[in-house]
């Protein structure tokens, strides 16, 4: 064999190392470039989520502020057609998803997105209730005796029994059909026991009357504590309500 034959044969081996080695290099620069695009594709679909988790957000808060004074019926039902079509989080690939930090944030972004809608929906439900009790009890407790036997010394019972209790035993029967708030069983006692104080009051009276003999009454002390526990009870509320509207119509 030639010198030159031996030359080939020595450095054959050694071009087609040097070969795979380039073709090695140029699959880890594919891959990586493939992988940097996965990561760059899961960002741009965070980011596009993100900002329309944004508008979203504008939107809803824009429904709410214009509604906030209204029957909290009524707000519930602007609320939940604002929310009822909520921006969603596209597909991207799973290598992009793993590694893209932009991602992740929009994944925690959407698992938190409807919360404080939710809160403010469950408020409302909470203050529908509520106010509809407060402005019965408020209703009952402006009722005045003064309005159905008039003032003075009474020289018979008539009026009594016949207007008097009855106006406030129809404004038990009222108290009894309106639905008591979750939690506030206290304060119905206290506003329903003021009223029966009323007609407790009155019968006697109306007995004693009959009976030729002295009796009056004052039912001030009961109503004004039933009065000032339903005013603190519809701060409450009211306070809650703000406090949620708040939460989507200024979340900063």
């Given at each position: 064999?030639?010198?030159?034959?031996?030359?080939?044969?020595?450095?054959?081996?050694?071009?087609?190392?040097?070969?795979?080695?380039?073709?090695?290099?140029?699959?880890?620069?594919?891959?990586?470039?493939?992988?940097?695009?996965?990561?760059?594709?899961?960002?741009?679909?965070?980011?596009?989520?993100?900002?329309?988790?944004?508008?979203?957000?504008?939107?809803?808060?824009?429904?709410?502020?214009?509604?906030?004074?209204?029957?909290?019926?009524?707000?519930?039902?602007?609320?939940?057609?604002?929310?009822?079509?909520?921006?969603?989080?596209?597909?991207?690939?799973?290598?992009?998803?793993?590694?893209?930090?932009?991602?992740?944030?929009?994944?925690?972004?959407?698992?938190?997105?409807?919360?404080?809608?939710?809160?403010?929906?469950?408020?409302?439900?909470?203050?529908?209730?509520?106010?509809?009790?407060?402005?019965?009890?408020?209703?009952?407790?402006?009722?005045?005796?003064?309005?159905?036997?008039?003032?003075?010394?009474?020289?018979?019972?008539?009026?009594?029994?016949?207007?008097?209790?009855?106006?406030?035993?129809?404004?038990?029967?009222?108290?009894?059909?309106?639905?008591?708030?979750?939690?506030?069983?206290?304060?119905?006692?206290?506003?329903?026991?003021?009223?029966?104080?009323?007609?407790?009051?009155?019968t006697a009276l109306a007995d004693?009357?009959?009976?030729?003999?002295?009796?009056?009454?004052?039912?001030?002390?009961?109503?004004?504590?039933?009065?000032?526990?339903?005013?603190?009870?519809?701060?409450?509320?009211?306070?809650?309500?703000?406090?949620?509207?708040?939460?989507?119509?200024?979340?900063?």
């Amino acid at each position: 064999m030639s010198a030159r034959g031996r030359r080939l044969t020595i450095f054959l081996p050694v071009l087609v190392t040097l070969a795979l080695g380039v073709l090695v290099g140029l699959l880890v620069v594919v891959q990586a470039q493939r992988q940097n695009a996965q990561v760059t594709e899961a960002d741009d679909v965070a980011t596009q989520y993100l900002a329309d988790v944004s508008t979203f957000r504008s939107e809803v808060g824009r429904e709410v502020r214009g509604v906030r004074q209204a029957d909290p019926g009524d707000l519930r039902r602007v609320l939940r057609k604002a929310v009822a079509d909520p921006p969603e989080l596209g597909d991207a690939p799973a290598y992009g998803t793993e590694r893209s930090e932009v991602w992740q944030e929009a994944v925690a972004t959407q698992q938190a997105l409807l919360q404080p809608y939710r809160r403010l929906d469950r408020t409302l439900r909470r203050a529908d209730v509520a106010l509809a009790y407060i402005e019965t009890a408020r209703k009952v407790l402006g009722m005045r005796a003064s309005d159905y036997v008039g003032t003075g010394v009474l020289s018979d019972s008539a009026a009594v029994r016949a207007r008097l209790i009855p106006a406030f035993a129809r404004a038990r029967a009222e108290l009894d059909s309106v639905r008591v708030p979750q939690g506030q069983q206290r304060l119905a006692a206290t506003v329903r026991g003021a009223v029966q104080y009323v007609i407790d009051q009155a019968t006697a009276l109306a007995d004693s009357v009959e009976a030729n003999r002295g009796f009056s009454f004052t039912y001030a002390e009961q109503f004004q504590t039933a009065i000032d526990a339903v005013d603190d009870y519809a701060t409450v509320v009211n306070g809650d309500v703000a406090e949620a509207i708040n939460a989507v119509t200024d979340p900063g």
